[in-house]
């Protein structure tokens, strides 16, 4: 597990404390002394000059003077812990945590380093808060995180109990809430699976060029070229590690699902990158409002704004449901003797036999949920808090359509794997570069099906578990292209 310092939380680290794949989290010690004389300058500024939510209320209360900050600090965690819906999971509650609890370890939020140290032990202790989804219009997760100040103060129970309860001062409440962590959270865990699908695609296109003898020129080095991005050169490169010398193609041009793949994938992979790179560093900085630093000052600001993130998250989902077009192309490409030399659907050659003809439909059907999902969140608007706060990101938004859309693309690929590995089954095919992926998926279904008309939902739900092994058989992806 990571010691964390405000400045190095990856979102491989985010994923495995979501998981509690290692040891307790802890504070770096030179990070909780930083964090301590953020929080002596904060308390000595405030005796000078009014500070947003330290001395003042919140939101259109901006200009009230609080006559006592101890109680407005209690009163701001409960009436913002209101909200609404189902709960988190527990991995989306966990990510959130360590997210929070990192940011609050970098310098500038004038927050008490005991609410770090009550922070650090919730997360050891796996003592989660009672989380809902319904609260956040992406500018800052309030809800959830006062609901966690609550428990932290004990005013609100946890399964199991926290060891170590805190006190909130008067510029501990808004301090805490000020941040978009659950976003974060919710957006780490699914450009995570997102990258591991993307990854998976490639294999299974691979298998499906195998499978209609495909023209290797469109993955040469003159694509790289052609298309100089590092997403697109990446796809290239690794097509051409999983076909190897390919035999003659048995076409001048291959449809657009092979021909089109690295310019539509290599954009999802892009996207994806991009939007790893605004979690991580939103994940690694201050976002309170204001600012209170001995070094940097004291400055309110708008960073709680999350416009980078919705928009990186928006893209991305677009990007995935425009490769998954690909993905359902391929699979209606298989369906085609004049692509395969096998019969119509991969049927078995029983007179006017299905094969994999709804497995089709299945895959166009997640697809349509896909495509239902790319709405760009961030074309939302609002206006709250008596004007004064007149817009929003909505990132909360985004993050949950790009976690939902992580089943509907494996749903896609598994249709897509289905069809591809019946294909190559049925021309006993075993292309020497795809022997590894190969033998994995032999392993784990059997190797040896049964191709005649049945019930295949058995087939399409152990191909959601295969993909997501496939990843293995890829070359990693390099940061950069």
Known sequence: MPTLDGTRLSLDEIVAVSRRAGGPVEVDAMARERVARSHEFANTVAENRPIYGRSTGVGANKDLVQPDPDSQALQLLRSHATSSGELRSAARVRAMLVIRLNQLATDGNGISPLVLDALAAML??????PVREGGSVGTADLAALATTARVLSGEVPSTPPVTATTEFGPGDALTFMSSNAAVLADAALAVWDLGRLARATVVIAAMDFAAVRGNPEAFSPAVEVATPFPGSRWVCRTMRELIGPAGEPARIQDPFSLRTFPQVHGALMDRLAFAEEVIVKMANS????????PELGVAHHGAFHAAYLVQSLDSLVLAVAQSAQLSLARLTMLAEPAYTGLHPFLGDGTPAASGVMIVEYSAASALAELRALATPAGIQAVTLSRGVEEDASFATLAARQA???????????????????????????????????????????????????????????LAEELVDGLPAHVQPVQRGG
């Open 124 to 129: 050891g202790a796996d003592s989660l808060p």
């Open 286 to 293: 201050p976002s309170e409002n204001p600012i209170v630093s």
């Open 403 to 461: 976690l939902e859309s992580v089943s509907r693309f494996r749903a896609v690929l598994a249709a897509e794997l289905v069809a591809s590995l019946r294909c190559l089954r049925m021309q006993r095919a075993h292309p020497p570069t795809l022997v590894s992926a190969l033998a994995y998926l032999d392993e784990r279904d059997g190797g040896i099906p049964d191709m005649h008309d049945r019930d295949l939902t058995y087939d399409l739900i």
